[in-house]
């Protein structure tokens, strides 16, 4: 037998699981982002205000917290941030390429910079 080529096998089998497990991990945690996006409500209770009221967000205090820090900070970009990651964490497993991740890092970065200049100027009133 050739143990060489039977552990080079398993080593590639085993890092392609690892890829494909990073991928399915990043859309499932978009969709988590995503889903308390969809359900934020200004009323909830976030990291500034933790009243004793009814938490009107589908993921809880978690969703809330977090839906506050990403308008708060990115504004409607971060909704746009929410798809990235998912087609991000699709193509890692369409593609087993790992460095997908710092490339839409890269381009993210450059969105949420000319996008929060475009909602600043043309929506001052937006989130």
């Given at each position: 037998m050739n143990f060489k080529n039977l552990a080079n096998k398993a080593v590639n089998f085993i890092?392609?699981?690892?890829k494909e497990l990073i991928g399915l991990s990043l859309s499932v945690i978009s969709i988590?982002?995503?889903i308390?996006?969809?359900s934020?409500?200004?009323?909830?209770p976030n990291f500034i205000y933790s009243d004793n009221t009814k938490i009107e967000n589908i993921l809880g205090f978690q969703g809330s917290f977090a839906?506050?820090?990403l308008f708060q900070s990115l504004g409607l970009i971060s909704i746009l941030l929410c798809l990235?990651?998912?087609f991000t964490g699709i193509n890692i497993i369409r593609l087993k390429k790992i460095l997908l991740i710092l490339e839409n890092f890269f381009f993210s970065?450059?969105?949420i910079i000319s996008g929060s200049f475009f909602f600043s100027i043309f929506y001052p009133?937006?989130?």
């Open positions: 890092a392609d699981r690892l988590f982002i995503g308390s996006l969809a934020y409500s200004p009323e909830d839906s506050d820090l990235t990651i998912f970065i450059l969105y009133d937006s989130f």
